[in-house]
């Protein structure tokens, strides 16, 4: 079995009683908000299932979702839209997603240490610790990938009820073949990011 605790065990040996671990959703995809998460388990909490959101099926990951909502201690979500990702850049935009996130968790518990997957924060007044591939090593960040990830898909959908047209259902946003020629065919919505490569080149194109 593997045991993706090791990170958490550490900081409670340590003394510390709240670890939270934070993560998000949707850097790559040309279209709506990144998405990020923050999550804290009990001290002893064990669920072999969590792991990478991407290692997961949809509806594996809709079925954690619930547990995860049920069996945390705290859960955050911190949500920056298009036109932010385009002002600030996608990695500040992620970070400061991370940082709602957690915000949003400490409203119901004070969080000690703060695990991610590997964004650095120096902006909090609590120990952070950065964990390369942190979705797969730490419980709660596998967590928090799969609460982002869930939540993110969830507004994608909304989208694709507004403009079914992207097909967004189907490829999220990514910036697929399909999604590309789709957006050289009916232009771009303000849902956009128009910083990214793809987007940028539709708009030089004339087709808003």
Do not use: W
């Amino acid at each position: 079995m593997n045991n993706r605790r090791e990170y958490e065990d550490k900081y409670i040996s340590e003394g510390f009683n709240y670890i939270g671990g934070t993560d998000e959703a949707g850097r790559g995809p040309l279209v709506g908000p990144v998405v990020a998460s923050c999550v804290v388990f009990p001290k002893d909490y064990v669920n072999e299932e969590i792991n990478d959101s991407k290692k997961l099926t949809e509806k594996k990951r809709e079925k954690l979702y619930d547990i995860i909502m049920k069996d945390a201690i705290a859960v955050g979500i911190g949500i920056v839209s298009n036109k932010e990702i385009d002002e600030i850049n996608i990695l500040e935009a992620s970070r400061k997603a991370m940082i709602l996130a957690y915000e949003e968790a400490c409203k119901k518990i004070k969080i000690d240490v703060l695990l991610t997957d590997a964004m650095k924060i120096d902006s909090l007044d609590i120990k952070v610790e950065p964990i390369i591939k942190g979705d797969q090593k730490s419980i709660s960040i596998g967590a928090a990938s799969i609460i982002a990830k869930v939540t993110r898909d969830r507004i994608l959908y909304e989208l694709d009820r507004k403009y079914p047209m992207y097909e967004l259902k189907k490829h999220k946003g990514y910036p697929t073949k399909r999604h590309i020629e789709l957006i050289n065919k009916y232009g771009v919505t303000e849902d956009y990011r128009k910083t990214y490569g793809p987007v940028k080149k539709v708009l030089e194109q004339g087709n808003k």
